[in-house]
């Protein structure tokens, strides 16, 4: 339930930086840091598609893992587990690669990337306690 919920949380995150860069909406409120520098550069698209939409489509895949993951018959099944280890793994390390191009590439931070950021590397910590539960039930 955690991990769905931080997964919701970062839906919610993507989808307002997708919106932006799909021209939705006119600008990024961002307290810190300059979020329009970072969603507007070279860096902001991959394999044709924006980063955030990639984020999104992450966050609602690891929602829809986790939420079949806690239905009753899938709740003893190690497999959602280990999908979820590995699925929100694979977000640390581009969430990380896109945190290196900020700091040190395009020279700003964008507050709403650091807060995806933070979620993934959250909901991968959650999914390894998680894993670890079954070694020792």
Not at 10 to 22: A, D, H, I, N, R
Not at 52 to 67: I, N
């Amino acid at each position: 339930m955690i991990l769905a919920t931080l997964a919701l949380i970062g839906v919610f995150v993507s989808t307002y930086l997708t919106l932006f860069k799909l021209g939705y909406i006119g600008e990024l409120k961002c307290s810190i840091g300059s979020c329009e520098t970072v969603n507007t550069s070279q860096w902001a698209i991959f394999l044709g598609l924006p980063v955030a939409a990639w984020g999104l489509g992450f966050y609602v895949f690891a929602l829809f893992v986790a939420v079949l993951g806690i239905q009753e018959k899938f709740a003893d099944s190690r497999a959602f587990s280990v999908a979820l280890v590995s699925l929100t793994g694979w977000g640390v390390v581009f969430s990380g690669w896109l945190t290196y191009l900020e700091l040190f590439v395009i020279n700003a931070i964008c507050i709403w990337c650091v807060t995806s950021a933070c979620i993934v590397a959250i909901m991968f910590l959650v999914s390894i306690a998680d894993l670890r539960e079954f070694r020792t039930a």
